[in-house]
């Protein structure tokens, strides 16, 4: 294996993983916020929704989101490498 594919599978592997780390922190952080700020200001304030329906309305939001998040991550998986491969050296 030539020192340009090595560094090219090395870039690649460390791409995937920030991309893995940047996918699994949306996949906490967005569906909370979502959450909360759903049931708080959305359901509760605006619609004047009780607190107890307003939790179950709150969680339809947070896994709509979940699922945005995980079609986002498979749609870039998908499309994440377009390059042609490299051709052997003579």
């Known amino acids: 294996m030539s020192d340009l594919q090595a560094m090219r599978m090395e870039d690649n592997s460390s791409a995937v993983l920030c991309r893995l780390l940047f996918y699994s922190i949306l996949m906490i952080v967005?569906?909370?916020?979502?959450?909360?700020?759903?049931?708080?200001?959305?359901?509760?304030?605006?619609?004047?929704?009780?607190?107890?329906?307003?939790y179950f309305y709150a969680a339809i939001v947070a896994i709509f989101t979940v699922h945005i998040i995980l079609g986002l991550f498979v749609y870039v998986a998908w499309k994440e490498d377009t390059r042609p491969p490299l051709k052997k050296a003579d």
């Open 30 to 54: 967005i569906p909370l916020v979502s959450y909360f700020v759903s049931k708080a200001f959305v359901f509760e304030v605006l619609l004047g929704m009780t607190s107890s329906n307003s």
